[in-house]
């Protein structure tokens, strides 16, 4: 779950919020209500005549230097909590198995102890060559997570890149949460200039928009991760810890903005037309049709949490049938599309149609 707090000192207490973090999305509906990721208004193109043949398609590429079996990428999610133990290293094995890309959750925790850490580093030894992403809160940076920390934290799953979550809303509505994101631009900017791995800096679900993208590229960001509204709400989770907490005005805040944030394929469309750094999209994506569509709207990559938890926990050959039915998908997609290769994917055409054509850049 993205790293909220600095007031629970405890251990104990730390684990079970980690694991809360895994257990609400899973045994509790918590993704988007009102509206969705804005995908359904984009029209990808039929081609009756593709020229090409099924087998002949390659899903790789490139992403920061890194190939991948596919533009897939494992959102950020846990570690530091035992049950984070299984979970990391199933997913770890599928990144190596297809060649996706892989995020941690927030690895703060990972310092507390060897133990912690264990539940993060499970991912490279399963992964030894896949792309891994070490995680961070934005909070904590204004806070003053130090550099040799964040070292510590690449370290930890020496890790190919850092992201830095940003989650105001999530901190809003948390129990323990502290909104607190003064100076967090800055420290983004020395941690930019002292890191020799790229920095991704990401949303949790309420999306990115032009203008914060273009700071985000402004200060050497090496790419973005929108991660829009209509998946996984984290104003929805944190609603429901609240109400464990019996804490009234939290509840009702998480309620309110339980569907607040810039839908998905808007704000991949807006940051698209703002920077030229590469952006994931996430934030709702659900199969391989979307993932095409996504990479069509000008996505690099395509990432997605809670479908990857959901199957890791249940069992490895769950997660794996899971992933080949949505290669399977994207490559159905460019078929019907007729491209062949990820780069001409990108370079196909699409039609933009109702809500989402009406609020671009309104
Ligand atoms: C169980 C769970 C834990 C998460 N924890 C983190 C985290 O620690 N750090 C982070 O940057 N994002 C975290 N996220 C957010 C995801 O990386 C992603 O941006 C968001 O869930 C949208 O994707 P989805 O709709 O496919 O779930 C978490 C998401 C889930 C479902």
Known sequence: ???????????????????????????????????????????????????????????????????????????????????????????????????????????????????????????????????????????????????????????????????????????????????????????????????????????????????????LENVGVAAVNIAGHGGTSWAGVEKLRAEIAQNTIKTRIGELFWDWGIPTALSLIEVRSAVKIPIIASGGIRNGLEIAKCLVLGANVCAMAYPFLKKADESFDNLLLFTETLVAELKSTMFLVGAQTIHELKASHCRITGNLKEEISQ
């Open 1 to 215: 779950m993205p790293d909220s707090s600095d007031s629970i000192s405890d251990i104990d207490i730390l684990q079970q919020r980690k694991k809360e973090g895994i257990r609400i999305p899973l045994n509790n509906d918590v993704q988007a209500r009102e509206s969705s990721n804005y995908l359904e208004y984009v029209k990808l193109i039929h081609n009756a005549l593709p020229e090409l043949d099924y087998d002949g398609i390659d899903t790789s590429c490139i992403f920061l230097n890194h190939k991948l079996g596919a533009p897939i990428m494992i959102d950020s999610m846990t570690g530091g909590t035992p049950d984070a133990t299984k979970i990391n290293s199933r997913l770890g094995q599928l990144a190596e198995k297809y060649g996706l890309a892989m995020g941690l959750g927030s690895q703060r925790a990972g310092l507390r102890s060897a133990a912690l850490a264990e539940t993060y580093s499970v991912a490279r030894q399963a992964a030894p060559n896949a792309f891994l992403i070490a995680n961070i809160g934005g909070a904590q940076l204004s806070k003053g997570l130090s550099i040799d920390e964040i070292n510590d934290i690449i370290e930890m799953i020496k890790a190919d890149a850092l992201a830095i979550h940003l989650n105001p809303l999530q901190e809003l509505v948390q129990p323990e949460g502290e909104p607190k994101y003064k100076g967090v631009l800055t420290r983004i900017k020395e941690i930019v200039k002292v890191l020799d791995i790229p920095v991704i800096v990401k949303e949790v679900g309420a999306g990115i928009s032009n203008e914060v993208a273009k700071s």
